[in-house]
Structures are given as structure tokens and as C-alpha cells.
């Protein structure tokens, strides 16, 4: 009976689950921010902007401060990219969480999956502790570190740009020498390090989540998580049920196919950032970067190296999590939600 008992025991898995707050009310304005399991994903799909201006086109008289604003609409209209305003809806964790990873230095060396001398991708599937608490389908953070002095873009011995390739410890002497010499050159005006300046930051941050949301989606990733919503309906019609024979995005455990972009938390940490020489170079790494997740084997990536057998890296790093600590963070932050853990068979 105790060896039965422990067999079956080593086949209960705990996950981490996200539930409403016993203590605070959901109508607390933070419950706006976070997804859910039937939460839609971000698409490009049948995108259209709904204008109530525009709806007023035939009460629009000449010479009036009616049609004057009309015009303003339509020349906004022409302008309007779907793409840009799809990117701006792309969100990263609530800030309680992104605090706790910040201070406490979790992390997992397992979530690097895509490194370019432009930048490092970490990619969190959405069971991870810190997908649990993303404000969007996918979830996304963009930042920057402080390594390249003037962008990198100080040339060598031989005229080519350092950045342009990896660094050898030679040419790394060469340029802390170069660089020294400009920051005393420089010394009465601004840090010339791009991540110092609010303004690049923030047009970094489009630069890197418009070709990421086009890619996402060229993808499938919307695809992919809609036709889950739709399995996982209780209310799922006959037709539904039918179509489930024929879909081609998920794999038997509801999980998305290779070649099919994931959902889950992206986080990129721009080391240089993008400029009029290398911005078309710059959009082809992000996809490149889109890609490597998209065709990431399941099971190979979440096997760890080392760690508990049995167990995928995410689930041992979920295991690390102190839940008490975590909400009382919520708590104190006021946030209408709980972590909880959820017993499944494994």
C-alpha cells in the first residue's frame, strides 16, 4: 500500500493559479489589467477603427466647425496604422510583480532563447509564475541596458563599427580606451548612452513591438489561442466540436504546434538600439527572434539540465515560489487577485 501511495503521489503536479481576491473587490480598476484563460488575444485580423465622427458625415455642412473636424478625422484615418495601434495595446506584467522579480532576482537561464548583439530574448510560457500576471495576450517588456557608449558605434583600427561583430578582448581594451577618451571630450553635455534618454526609450519600445505583433500573428499566435478558447468553451456547439478534427494548431495537450507562435511572456533587453543604418536589419532579428520561439519543441525546451526529474524547468521554478509572500505583495498593493496552487495528475 505505501509504495501504491507513492507512486500515485509523484504523479500529482501542482500549478500555479491566478484567482480572484477573497479580500478585495474585483471592481478594483487594477482587475482591468489582467488576462484570464478566456481572455482574446491581441490580432490583426478584421482590424477596424470605429469612428463616431465619421458616422456623422451626412450631418456635415461647409464651412463649419462640424465639417472642419471631420476632415481633421479622415486625414487621421489616412494615417492610421493598424499595426502601430495593435503594437500600443501590447502589455507587459502588473508592476507588483515586476517589483517582486526585480528585488528578489529571480530568474532561470532556461528562458533565454534567442541572443543577437542587438538584443537577448527571455520567453516565459504562459504556466510560468511571471506569465500568470500579463496585462495581454501575448505579454511583452522592452528594456535596455547602459553597455554601448554612443550606440557602439566607434570605429576600430580597421573602420569597422565594434558593434558589428562580437567583441574580442582586444578590441574590447581598444574601445573602453576610445570610449574614455570621448566621455572626457563630452563631459559638459548629456550622457551619450541611448538608454539615458526618456524619448529613445520610448521609441524603442514601438520599434521592437510592431514587427514582433506583424510577425506574432503572420504566425498564428491569435489563431492558435482562439481556437483554444473555443475547445475549452463549456457552451461549445456540435459544429465546434466538429471542427476540433480538423484544426492544425495545437498539439493533444492544447499547446501550440511547432511553427506556431506562442503566448506566454516575451521580454527583449536591448543592447543596441535600432538606427537609420540598421533599423531593417534591427526588424529582421525581432522576427527572427518571433521565429525561434514559434518552432520551439515543447518537450525539449522545457526539459531542464539539471533539477528535479519529473519536473519541467517552469514547474520547478513555480515550486521556488513563496505564495504567501506573493499575495501579501497583492494585497498590500491592492490588487483584487490571489495566487493560489492547483493540483493536477501529471
Not at 153 to 177: C, G, H, P, R
Request: charged share 30%.
Amino acid at each position: 500500500m505505501r509504495l501504491c501511495s507513492s507512486l500515485l503521489s509523484q504523479n500529482v503536479k501542482s500549478r500555479l493559479v491566478v484567482r480572484p481576491s477573497t479580500t478585495i473587490h474585483r471592481s478594483d480598476p487594477f482587475s482591468n489589467f489582467m488576462v484570464t484563460r478566456d481572455t482574446e488575444p491581441l490580432s490583426l485580423d478584421n482590424l477596424q477603427r470605429i469612428d463616431s465622427v465619421n458616422q456623422a458625415v451626412v450631418f456635415s455642412f461647409k464651412n463649419t466647425a462640424l465639417s472642419k473636424v471631420i476632415d481633421l478625422q479622415k486625414k487621421q484615418d489616412i494615417k492610421w496604422d493598424p499595426v502601430k495601434y495593435m503594437a500600443g495595446k501590447l502589455r507587459g506584467i502588473i508592476s507588483p510583480i515586476q517589483a517582486y522579480i526585480n528585488i528578489s532576482k529571480k530568474f532561470s537561464s532556461h528562458s533565454l532563447v534567442y541572443d543577437s548583439r542587438f538584443f537577448q530574448l527571455h520567453y516565459f510560457p504562459e504556466d510560468h509564475f511571471i506569465s500568470c500576471f500579463r496585462k495581454s495576450k501575448p505579454s511583452i517588456t522592452v528594456k535596455s541596458t547602459k553597455k554601448y557608449y554612443l550606440n557602439g558605434k566607434v570605429l576600430n583600427k580597421n573602420q569597422k563599427y565594434f558593434n558589428e561583430s562580437k567583441i574580442l578582448k582586444t578590441d574590447e581594451a581598444e574601445l573602453i580606451k576610445i570610449q574614455a577618451t570621448m566621455a572626457r571630450l563630452a563631459s559638459r553635455h548629456r550622457n551619450n548612452i541611448p538608454s539615458e534618454f526618456a524619448y529613445l526609450r520610448r521609441d524603442l519600445k514601438l520599434k521592437v513591438k510592431m514587427p514582433f505583433i506583424e510577425e506574432w500573428c503572420r504566425l498564428n499566435g491569435d489563431k492558435a489561442i482562439q481556437e483554444r478558447n473555443r475547445s475549452e468553451s463549456k457552451n461549445a456547439t456540435a459544429n465546434t466540436v466538429e471542427s476540433e478534427a480538423k484544426k492544425s494548431l495545437l498539439d493533444k495537450f492544447g499547446r501550440s504546434t511547432v511553427g506556431t507562435a506562442k503566448d506566454g511572456y516575451y521580454l527583449y533587453i536591448v543592447r543596441i538600439f535600432p538606427d537609420v543604418d540598421t533599423l531593417d536589419e534591427f526588424k529582421k532579428e525581432i522576427n527572427k527572434s518571433v521565429q525561434k520561439v514559434a518552432d520551439l519543441n515543447w518537450d525539449k525546451f522545457l526539459t531542464p539540465k539539471k533539477g528535479p526529474k519529473g519536473k519541467t524547468w517552469v514547474e520547478a521554478f513555480n515550486d521556488s515560489i513563496n505564495v504567501k509572500t506573493i499575495n501579501r505583495i497583492l494585497k498590500i498593493s491592492r490588487f483584487p487577485f490571489e495566487l493560489g496552487r492547483e493540483q493536477s495528475k501529471g
